[in-house]
């Protein structure tokens, strides 16, 4: 089965920047690639997603024109390049990959990783 890690998370003071990375263990260029985010008592919300085969991505309205959702060339690795971070962004994100596009914008990919924390904090 498709494994996923994800690293990059970490302490970043408001209006700063991370990038998160989410890598495969196998080439996963058939797949859909979501990341999610859940704050504590919060539900998981899809913050972006992108179509392997074609590049198109989605981003949340919340999210939307600070992050953005890019993978290499080599089909094994995804992106969250996180910019002007607030203190409404601290979570545990999570990197996902499905076969289906439905199936990521409704968090129901087949494929996890375990999470890395982001902390926004002064």
């Known amino acids: 089965q498709v494994q996923l890690v994800e690293s990059g998370g970490g302490l970043v003071q408001p209006g700063g920047s991370l990038r998160l990375s989410c890598v495969a263990s196998?080439?996963?260029?058939?797949?859909?690639l979501g990341w999610y985010r859940q704050a504590p008592g919060k539900q998981r919300e899809v913050v972006a997603a992108?179509?392997?085969?074609?590049?198109?991505?989605i981003h949340a309205d919340s999210v939307q024109g600070r992050f953005t959702i890019t993978s290499d060339d080599d089909k094994t690795t995804v992106y969250l390049q996180m910019d002007s971070l607030d203190p409404e962004d601290p979570s545990v994100y999570y990197c996902?990959?499905?076969?289906?596009?439905?199936?990521?914008?409704?968090?129901?990919?087949?494929?996890w990783g375990q999470g890395t924390q982001v902390t926004v904090s002064s």
């Open positions: 996902a990959a499905t076969y289906r596009w439905d199936r990521a914008i409704g968090g129901n990919a087949e494929y």
């Open positions: 196998e080439g996963i260029s058939m797949y859909t």
């Open positions: 992108i179509s392997r085969g074609d590049a198109h991505t």
